[in-house]
DNA sequence: TTATATTTGTGAACAGTTTCACAAAAGAAA
DNA sequence: TTTCTTTTGTGAAACTGTTCACAAATATAA
């Protein structure tokens, strides 16, 4: 039962993220076990990948049956931290930001946007979705004071890493940035980039080199 | 010279769109040309690495003084297909959907939102930034008449399906999808996936095993 | 021109990830 | 019970991606 020996790859992560929401979808058609291959199937992986995943965190499978929907479930819950709420502060209101404030996945899955910031006096004070806009000025401070776990910075490119570096002195580890620029960050801050564009030149790479 | 005989890995064309993004800014500071071991340090990476990556596509650098910036970037924007312009159609303009229409980023890089399509009566004909959403029981015929090369999806995960295999039928091979669903697509359809709760995940999954 | 310093390009070593293959365990059937 | 089938858990093998290390090429300085 190695419970988190090794070190566990960010790919191994993602696919967490993924059996999760499998296993959720699974409990509502009230499936009781699934096995490795069916859970492969769904995600196009294969059945020894998932046995490996899962066998990182401990062995809660039943040979001969597949592993139990609702217990393997609460068990990546647990390991990837949803069975709680996190508080997440926002920043920035502009196309992207308004769009993440109003986006429901995130409360469903336990992510609770508690603040959020802007530079902006027009926006200062109004209210979306029943969370009042706060002074950028006040960034710091707040993180602090209102237990914020994990940043979106959702600013222009250009004030990104003041943003960054402000969050950063007030103690924030966890931060997911759409700003198209590289932030720098201390070690012991995680950092994680959602860049679009870059998304979508994946996909002209591929189209650009169809016939090779 | 090894004209893309190689099979590229993904990461290695996700490193080409950062060095892509330096040299650009290298460009506007007017530096002729750049070491390795410089463009690493820019991005965090190692200078082994870019130089490994570079020597896939040939090799245009210059031993003792480093790689041409001009030439180097016009190389990448040919390998990824960057020098043109791509024809893209956004299918929803629900809270994300809206946000990439306005998103200008796209448009500077030659991602040029064509088409957008929505099934709400309301906002059919509505105008958004310039184009008109049209209805999409017409997605099919669209964006074969209007040569779109890319569909990026941002409906709810309820209808993703069912607006993929249109897209498909039309004939489309990369698709970015931001509803949070995993599509199926045949072999020869490129496919990325954006989704903005797993990315907090692994955020949440980074606190949660901090001290292992 | 010659010597010294840089820096590329790349095969080889290394590290990390995925897949294979099979013993062991449990279920299902006879 | 006994036999057969299914499926896990996991070392080992295969594969993929990264880093090392150094010859070769060029620049720069003397």
Redesign the interface.
């Known amino acids: 039962m190695p419970a ?1 020996l090794k070190k ?1 790859s ?1 790919s191994t ?2 696919r ?3 059996y ?2 499998a296993l959720a979808a699974l409990e509502k058609e009230n499936r009781t076990t699934i096995s490795s291959k069916e859970l492969a199937k ?3 992986l294969t059945p020894a990948q998932v046995r490996k995943d899962l066998s990182f965190f401990g062995s809660f499978g039943t040979r001969g049956l597949g592993y139990p929907v609702v217990e393997l479930r609460n068990r990546i819950a647990e ?4 069975n709680r709420l ?1 508080n ?1 502060a926002l920043v920035g209101v502009g ?2 930001g ?3 404030a ?2 429901k ?2 409360a ?4 609770n946007i508690k603040l959020i910031f802007d530079n902006d006096l027009r926006k200062i004070g109004s209210n979306h979705k029943g969370i009042i806009v706060s002074d950028v000025r006040n960034l710091k401070s707040m993180v602090v004071s209102e237990n914020i ?2 940043v979106i910075i959702a600013v222009p490119a250009a004030s990104a890493q003041a943003v960054c570096d402000e969050v950063v002195a007030g103690g924030i ?4 940035n759409f700003a ?1 620029i ?1 932030l720098k960050v201390p070690d012991d801050v ?1 950092l ?1 980039n ?1 860049n ?15 016939n ?1």
């Open positions: 988190q566990i960010e992560i993602h967490l993220s993924i999760y929401r769904r995600d196009k390991i990837m931290g949803l996190w997440v196309n992207i308004s769009a993440l109003q986006y996945e995130f469903k899955q336990g992510f776990d994990i580890k966890a931060i997911l198209p590289n995680v994680r959602q679009m564009c870059i998304e979508l030149e994946h996909l002209a790479f591929a189209l650009n080199n169809k090779r």
